[in-house]
């Protein structure tokens, strides 16, 4: 039987398959989008938003401006213009999310450029778009998106290299030294999860007794932290927040309290002497904190050196995805169900 976790160890694999193919994968999105396009606008929910989110950083770096949106606050609650020169990209995994369908509709209905991101490119919002990209996910079993995420933020990293490689931005040297840079990221993936394994086994009493889990990052953390905290409180589940780095000692550190288990991620040179403060308070003050990354400090945290700064997203997530997974066995929880599958009697989110 496949396990969730079954879904994490194969995300190196597919990751790799995704590089791999960087030569023809964006051959038909770079003929298409202009060489003068600097706008990227993404609409997507949950995992695939959160995907966009990661990847906002590194596209602004080669050159582009990014937006991204609900797809329901794109459709109901935008009232900027639609732009000529920008590249919208609709993003869902399963292909069928109504309110991506109807955005990505009205974009047509306005002969604006667009792409599809979708599992399977035969869905109907792959079938809709000009442009279609497989996500390269091939097909994930459940349904709390672990495979999805790590092959999103992929797939766009090189739609990104792709469309500056076309436009002359960036240099084919430049592009074939990011594919090296991420290739030696998605080398680690198994180191981090077997280290998050380790970790759990190690934590796992304090951890099971927090009624809720609290994250925290900065840069292209913060929507890493946003999808932990998703996974978690999707899967375990549990009542979960996420905050931008600084955000946390504004307004949220008057609920700070010894129910809540703390997740810190950082990364050295990157707001360093905040984060170790933070935890510092955590540690001494409240109870529970783990710090992610390179600026661990005790044996409570998970320390690990990423190859590089750049792509260093997808090593932060897996472990946040290994300790949902494992408290949700501990929990005993069946993640082959969804908690509240009645709700579709209710209300639905797809076509």
């Given amino acids: 039987m496949t396990t969730l976790l079954n879904c994490i160890e194969r995300i190196p694999s597919l990751l790799t398959k995704i590089v791999d193919q960087?030569?023809?994968?964006?051959?038909?999105?770079?003929a298409y989008v202009p060489k003068e396009c600097r706008d990227?606008?993404?609409?997507?929910?949950?995992?695939?938003?959160?995907?966009?989110?990661?990847?906002?950083?590194?596209l602004e770096k080669l050159g582009y401006r990014v937006r991204f949106y609900?797809?329901?606050?794109?459709?109901?609650?935008?009232?900027?213009?639609?732009?000529?020169?920008a590249l919208y990209v609709f993003i869902s995994q399963g292909g069928s999310t109504r309110l991506v369908y109807e955005g990505l509709r009205k974009v047509?209905?306005?002969?604006?450029?667009?792409?599809?991101?979708?599992?399977?490119?035969?869905?109907?919002?792959?079938?809709?778009?000009?442009?279609?990209?497989?996500?390269?996910?091939?097909?994930?079993?459940?349904?709390?998106?672990?495979?999805?995420?790590?092959?999103?933020v992929t797939t766009l990293w090189l739609m990104g290299i792709a469309l500056a490689e076309a436009n002359g931005t960036i240099s084919a040297k430049q592009a074939d030294g990011y594919e090296k840079k991420l290739?030696?990221?998605?080398?680690?993936?198994d180191q981090r999860r077997e280290e998050a394994m380790a970790w759990f086994d190690a934590h796992q009493f304090s951890l099971m007794r927090k009624?809720?889990?609290?994250?925290?990052?900065?840069?292209?953390?913060?929507?890493?932290?946003?999808?932990a905290d998703i996974k978690a409180m999707e899967m375990v589940p549990i009542v979960t927040r996420s905050y931008e780095l600084e955000e946390m000692i504004h307004g949220p550190q008057n609920a700070f309290s010894s129910e809540i288990g703390f997740f810190l991620f950082g990364k050295s040179g990157e707001d360093e002497e905040k984060v170790k403060a933070i935890a510092r308070f955590l540690k001494k003050e409240i109870g529970f904190c783990a710090v992610i990354g390179d600026l661990a400090s005790d044996s409570h945290d998970l320390y690990f050196q990423a190859a590089n700064r750049t792509f260093a997203?997808?090593?932060?997530?897996?472990?946040?995805?290994?300790?949902?997974?494992?408290?949700?066995?501990?929990?005993?929880?069946?993640?082959?169900?969804?908690?509240?599958?009645?709700?579709?009697?209710?209300?639905?989110?797809?076509?």
Wanted: aromatic letters at 12%; a negative charge; hydrophobic letters at 40%.
């Fill in 22 to 30: 960087r030569a023809s994968r964006f051959q038909e999105l770079g």
């Fill in 108 to 152: 047509k209905d306005a002969h604006l450029l667009n792409c599809a991101i979708c599992e399977d490119v035969q869905a109907p919002i792959a079938a809709l778009a000009d442009v279609a990209l497989e996500m390269g996910s091939e097909k994930e079993e459940f349904i709390y998106r672990t495979i999805g995420y790590a092959a999103t």
């Fill in 313 to 351: 997203p997808i090593e932060y997530i897996t472990a946040a995805q290994v300790i949902a997974y494992r408290m949700a066995v501990c929990r005993g929880r069946d993640l082959t169900r969804a908690v509240n599958g009645s709700m579709k009697h209710y209300i639905t989110k797809t076509l």
């Fill in 183 to 189: 290739r030696d990221t998605i080398g680690n993936l």
């Fill in 40 to 58: 990227l606008v993404f609409v997507a929910s949950g995992t695939s938003y959160n995907s966009a989110f990661t990847a906002r950083i590194f």
């Fill in 211 to 227: 009624s809720a889990l609290m994250y925290g990052g900065a840069g292209d953390l913060y929507p890493v932290c946003m999808e």
């Fill in 70 to 85: 609900y797809p329901n606050v794109f459709l109901h609650y935008n009232y900027e213009e639609l732009k000529k020169d």
